[in-house]
């Protein structure tokens, strides 16, 4: 029987509670790191029973949401400034350096 994640819509799992190396293959991460996660914070989301993890599907919703990051794509982007010329023309969003002449004169 599947049991659906919490606040993760499309994820399942097989059991209700599951051991570490269980955990870890439906987060797609190392055993060993999933261990040092909840070893290295306190308030990591699982149930601690001796030496032994124990995480549930809650658990694994709070572990995925904790770990979401924005896309760097959604944060707006600044046209870069400067002199820097491609084939002799000035790139996209740049303005020309006003200290600098155009026109070269021979010495």
Do not use: W
Request: glycine letters at 10%.
């Amino acid at each position: 029987m599947l049991v659906p994640v919490p606040g993760v819509p499309g994820l399942y799992v097989r059991s209700a509670m599951m051991g570490t190396d269980e955990a870890a293959e439906v987060l797609s991460i190392p055993a060993t790191t999933l261990a040092r996660m909840a070893a290295d914070d306190v308030d990591f989301p699982c149930t601690r029973l001796g030496k032994h993890l124990r995480f549930s599907p809650g658990h694994i919703g709070e572990i995925v949401l904790a770990g979401e990051r924005r896309s760097k794509a959604t944060v707006p982007t600044l046209p870069p400034t400067g002199s820097a010329t491609r084939n002799g023309r000035l790139t996209v969003g740049e303005q020309p350096n006003p200290r600098r002449s155009t026109a070269r004169t021979k010495l």
